[in-house]
């Protein structure tokens, strides 16, 4: 019994000391090391415990601001978006320098961006995130994200162009078409490269032919005849409108 409980408390030992040694801090350039191995096999939450050791145990080292880099990338990875910016700007804030900071500022604005909840939700974040990738467009004219920008502010505005257009269409349910035209309006005026600004042209066309207006509702109408998902429509309308008398206009 003694001889059993002595080898399971040397078996505990070897086993804590191996513990001891995973989690022990390496030097700096060994220690970053460790931490993208863990980060390219996907085991975030290792890799932020490893990249936190940098940060704690060598903060002047000429890993940290590599380490608070892919720190936010790790907290990005596990869809952790506040805490992902909060790494992102700090960086930004504190190592003006870094050679990451271009990465830093795209990813920031994508963090904001992700985080953002859908249309029907507070668009806080998705303004915040076309605000800071417009700032990145004028800071980083020539970098490898610009087309990856500029297709991330056209899904941020996609989105509150959405979040207009639903309510045109809830005043729209409603029987108050007045409220509804400023909606769609407001989308085709404020967003007009999006795929709402289509459908709000749509709808504000008929808007416009129910109130007598056929004139500005056929030019709406020919707007569309080219789109690939209202121009069918749009086309059919036009051709009932030509075919009215002009005595019915």
């Not at 601001?65 to 952790?80: C, F, P, T, V």
């Not at 989308?187 to 109130?211: G, H, M, W």
Request: with cysteine; hydrophobic share 40%; proline share 4%.
């Amino acid at each position: 019994m003694n001889t059993l409980r002595i080898s399971l408390t040397i078996l505990l030992l070897i086993a804590s000391c191996a513990v001891r040694e995973t989690i022990a801090p390496l030097e700096p350039a060994g220690e970053f090391r460790r931490a993208m191995s863990l980060y390219e096999s996907r085991k975030y939450v290792k890799a932020i415990e490893s990249l936190e050791r940098i940060l704690f145990n060598f903060p002047s080292s000429e890993y940290v601001d590599d380490a608070q880099y892919w720190l936010g990338r790790a907290h990005l990875e596990l869809k952790a978006y506040d805490q992902a910016i909060v790494e992102f700007d700090y960086l930004i804030r504190h190592f003006s320098n870094s050679a990451l900071l271009e990465d830093a500022f795209f990813f920031r604005a994508r963090s904001y961006l992700l985080s953002a909840p859908d249309y029907d939700r507070d668009p806080s974040n998705l303004e915040r995130a076309v605000r800071l990738f417009d700032e990145f467009l004028t800071r980083f004219p020539n970098s490898k994200y610009t087309d990856d920008v500029k297709n991330e502010i056209l899904n941020a505005r996609d989105l509150l162009a959405r979040k207009e257009l639903e309510n045109g269409k809830i005043y729209e349910k409603l029987k108050e078409p007045d409220a509804a035209l400023l909606y769609y309006g407001y989308v085709i005026n404020n967003y007009p490269e999006t795929r709402s600004a289509d459908e709000a042209r749509y709808r504000k066309a008929r808007l416009s032919e129910d109130k007598g207006r056929i004139d500005e509702a056929l030019e709406m109408y020919r707007e569309l005849i080219d789109d690939e998902e209202w121009g069918e429509l749009a086309a059919r309308r036009v051709a009932e409108l030509e075919k009215r008398p002009p005595a019915d206009q």
